[in-house]
């Protein structure tokens, strides 16, 4: 029973302290090293066409949030931290978007532009 408070107030000392347990970066790191495998096996089968970028994008998003979460510690920021962090990725990804749409508009419109014999 004592040794159990006793771990148990070193345990509450240690998150006062800002330090994480060793067990939760090593479930980080082997989920890295998974989604990294991921990513590697999307070229291994050599996957093509929107699935492949998908994929990529996929692992690429949930890699950089792991790191982001756990690494930067935004997992345990105030609210407004993250804020900062996830607006401008957000934004970012629409404006991408967008310019993904926009590239075809303009292949397309260059396309009926330049054809031969047009």
């Given at each position: 029973?004592v ?27 082997a ?61 970012l990804?629409?404006f ?13 419109s ?5 054809a031969?014999?047009?």
């Amino acid at each position: 029973m004592v040794s159990v408070m006793a771990q148990t107030a070193t345990q509450s000392s240690t998150h006062e302290q800002g330090q994480h347990p060793i067990k939760l970066y090593l479930v980080v790191w082997a989920w890295l090293f998974i989604l990294s495998t991921g990513s590697y096996l999307v070229d291994y089968f050599q996957l093509q066409g929107g699935l492949r970028y998908s994929l990529i994008l996929l692992f690429m998003m949930l890699k950089a949030g792991l790191i982001v979460a756990v690494f930067m510690h935004m997992a345990w920021e105030r609210l407004s931290l993250i804020y900062a962090i996830l607006v401008p990725m957000s934004a970012l990804l629409v404006f991408v978007a967008i310019m993904v749409f926009e590239a075809d508009h303009t292949l397309l419109s260059r396309l009926s532009f330049f054809a031969p014999g047009g």
